[in-house]
């Protein structure tokens, strides 16, 4: 079955390669800001009648939401039969509870209006922490791949004797996946988050020698929680290296992680200078079996 992908701005790589990897064909979609600010969108290609996916990462969402929105409603009102969105990387997952009162519990926001303007979604690694699944939250079929095997894959080609460590009990579900495809000894650290950018780790306790420690965690950010993490490893411990399922940091986290002796690396979910490790093969499948 034929399908057409489109990228929003700044994922014409992610759609290129993506539409390589399914046997997708690659379309073309026009976008632009008006002087006021708005958004102008137009798709070049006729519509009517085909599958059409939207390739856009998330990050930093809210200067891509109206876009893909709008690019979303203009395809079915085109003719398209099925509209599909490819996000590698998917926002508005950390708000899964009213933390205080009066909070927007923003993750339920963001699935229904995902889920009222498309047919499907396919995602790497969200953000799953008091939800067991997406859906739990959208109401269209969604997939959430797991980025553990080519992960895995890439220490076990590029780093020697690693030592698997999770800056969190959130991240165990990780650690203990690719540490097994590594047959690598891991362990997970206790965090306390006393805010936004402030934790504190409690100091790892186990032999280390020899063994390069390997950090994984599914979002680096503000890199709060890496750097404690580096902070806890023994002061004779081989450089680290840190992996980032989906990196969102900015070059100020990579300098001071690069200041800790760490080694900072990354899916390309997002694109960005650490992005090592290729996740596009992950969505093909996905993609061509939704399309």
């Not at 690019?71 to 998917?90: M, N, Q, S, T």
């Not at 934790?199 to 503000?222: H, K, M």
């Amino acid at each position: 079955m034929s399908f057409l992908i489109f990228p929003l701005p700044g994922n014409e790589d992610l759609a290129s390669r993506l539409a390589a990897a399914s046997g997708g064909t690659m379309g073309r979609l026009e976008t632009r800001h008006f002087p006021d600010g708005e958004t102008y969108v137009r798709f070049a290609d006729g519509l009517d009648g085909q599958s059409v996916v939207i390739a856009c990462t998330l990050d930093r969402p809210d200067a891509k939401i109206a876009g893909l929105l709008f690019a979303a409603d203009a395809a079915r009102d085109l003719g398209a039969k099925r509209v599909g969105l490819a996000a590698p990387y998917l926002c508005y997952m950390r708000q899964d509870k009213r933390f205080r009162p009066g909070e927007a519990v923003t993750s339920r926001s963001f699935a229904a209006l995902i889920s009222r303007h498309f047919d499907w979604l396919v995602t790497i690694d969200p953000h799953l922490h008091r939800y067991r699944a997406l859906d739990e939250i959208y109401s269209i079929p969604t997939l959430a791949l797991h980025a553990g095997p080519v992960i895995a894959d890439w220490i076990i080609r590029n780093v020697a004797k690693p030592y698997l460590i999770g800056p969190d009990s959130e991240s165990s579900q990780w650690i203990e996946a690719v540490a097994a495809a590594c047959s690598a000894p891991w362990a997970v650290l206790t965090k306390t988050r006393t805010g936004d950018m402030s934790v504190s780790e409690t100091p790892l306790s186990v032999p280390l020698a020899g063994r390069t420690p390997v950090l994984l965690d599914d979002i680096i950010s503000s890199g709060a929680t890496i750097l404690e993490a580096l902070r806890q490893l023994p002061a004779d411990t081989e450089p680290a290296v840190a992996i980032a399922i989906h990196a969102l940091c900015s070059d100020d986290t990579r300098r001071a992680l690069v200041a800790k002796g760490a080694r900072l690396v990354s899916t390309n979910s997002i694109p960005n200078p650490a992005a090592m490790i290729d996740v596009v093969p992950l969505l093909a499948g996905s993609v061509r079996q939704f399309a």
